[in-house]
């Protein structure tokens, strides 16, 4: 069974801070990825990122990074100099290609972050 | 443009009432999914379909049915049977079925039942 786990129900920052967005998962597949959603009030998922199993580079983009460590089975996100735009319930997901046909993502249960002005 | 409609945005039901969620999509994609989101929770899978007339249940199937009838059409039923259907629900689409597919959400349905 594959398992999803972000701690942190809800994080408040002031804007400009730096903040990291935790994410936790377990999977028997030694092929699996990974992504990151963001929901923001809209309520329309946009997907941020995705990572395989396979690869362990962490990557940045703009102000958005990731850090991928197979070793303590995290996925975590880090915005740099929050904005208030960036104000959102963030998902991460797993999902495991077993072979006899994938059955859709594994979410957590969101991370709600609040950037105030 | 393409991307993914859902319809209705808000919808309300009276108990023993059987509702259809309409989610159309342009992408061309083979894969489908639904997705139900109760508050302060994650997404869970409702149904997916990989291809036409082929679907699979998800995790939590009882009390829907869906139908794959178009490429491009998968709506999901919400009967009677299902015993606490207010929720939110997703609809997603993929190229294809494998996991390393990004899924493509559309704007959602909010359904009450009164």
């Known amino acids: 069974a594959q398992k999803v786990t972000q701690a942190q129900t809800e994080i408040s920052v002031v804007e400009k801070e730096d903040v990291t967005l935790d994410c936790v998962y377990e999977t028997r597949d030694t092929t699996y990825y990974l992504f990151w959603y963001k929901q923001p009030p809209s309520g329309e998922l946009v997907f941020l990122i995705r990572?395989?199993?396979?690869?362990?580079q962490n990557e940045i983009s703009g102000r958005y990074s990731w850090n991928f460590q197979k070793s303590t089975s995290s996925f975590n996100f880090t915005i740099t100099a929050s904005q208030v735009v960036d104000s959102a319930v963030y998902f991460c997901?797993?999902?495991?290609?077993?072979?006899?046909?994938?059955?859709?993502?594994?979410f957590g249960k969101g991370t709600h972050l609040i950037i105030q002005p | 443009d393409g991307g993914i409609t859902q319809s209705p945005k808000y919808l309300f039901r009276k108990e023993g009432q059987n509702v259809t969620l309409s989610c159309e999509q342009n992408?061309?994609?083979?894969?489908m999914y639904w997705y139900r989101q109760d508050p302060g929770q994650g997404l869970r899978l409702i149904y997916y379909?990989?291809?036409?007339?082929?679907?699979q249940k998800g995790d939590i199937a009882e009390g829907y049915s869906v139908s794959r009838e178009k490429k491009e059409s998968f709506p999901l039923t919400v009967t009677s049977a299902q015993k606490n259907p207010t929720a939110f629900y997703l609809c997603?689409?993929?190229?294809?079925?494998?996991?390393?597919?990004?899924?493509?959400f559309g704007p959602g349905t909010r359904l009450t039942v009164l």
């Open positions: 990572r395989n199993s396979f690869d362990e």
């Open positions: 992408l061309n994609h083979d894969a």
């Open positions: 997901a797993l999902s495991a290609y077993s072979g006899g046909g994938a059955d859709g993502l594994t």
């Open positions: 997603a689409s993929s190229i294809g079925l494998a996991g390393y597919n990004e899924q493509f």
């Open positions: 379909s990989q291809i036409v007339n082929d679907f």
